[in-house]
C-alpha cells in the first residue's frame, strides 16, 4: 500500500522560508515521479513543482518559480519543496503525489496524479 506522508508545513510572515518532506513508502520510490500540489482555500487544486524518477527534470508553475526548489533524495524515500520569498498567495494546503505508472514522464496535471498524502498547511502572514 503506497504511503505519502508530508510535514513541515505551518505559519510564517512574508518573505520567510520553508521546507516541506514527503516521505513515501510502498513503492520503489527512485523510479517514481514525483510531484507537488495545492490548494488555497475555495481554489481548486493545482500543480507547484515536479521532479522526474531520475531527479534529472524538474518542472514548476509559473507562479513559483525562481523562489520554490524541489529535490529528491533516493536514499531516504522522500521528496522536498524547499520554499523561499514566501508570499500570502502561497498560503495553501500541500499535497505530495505520485502517478502509477514507473518510469512515467514527469506529471503535472492533477488527474494524472494516482497516490496523493493528506497534505500539510502552508500558511504565509503579510
Known amino acids: 500500500q503506497v504511503q505519502l506522508v508530508e510535514s513541515g508545513g505551518g505559519l510564517v510572515q512574508a518573505g520567510g522560508s520553508l521546507r516541506l518532506s514527503c516521505a513515501a513508502s510502498g513503492l520503489t520510490f527512485s523510479i517514481y515521479t514525483m510531484g507537488w500540489f495545492r490548494q488555497a482555500p475555495g481554489k481548486e487544486r493545482e500543480f507547484v513543482a515536479a521532479?522526474?524518477?531520475?531527479?534529472?527534470?524538474?518542472y514548476y508553475a509559473d507562479s513559483v518559480k525562481g523562489r520554490f526548489t524541489i529535490s529528491r533524495d533516493n536514499a531516504k524515500n522522500t521528496v522536498y519543496l524547499h520554499m523561499n520569498s514566501l508570499k500570502p498567495d502561497d498560503t495553501a494546503v500541500y499535497y505530495c503525489?505520485?502517478?502509477?505508472?514507473?518510469?512515467?514522464?514527469?506529471?503535472?496535471?492533477?488527474?494524472?496524479?494516482?497516490?496523493w498524502g493528506k497534505g500539510t498547511l502552508v500558511t504565509v502572514s503579510s
Open positions: 503525489a505520485a502517478p502509477r505508472r514507473a518510469f512515467s514522464n514527469v506529471v503535472t496535471s492533477v488527474d494524472g496524479m494516482d497516490y
Open positions: 521532479v522526474s524518477w531520475s531527479g534529472g527534470s524538474t
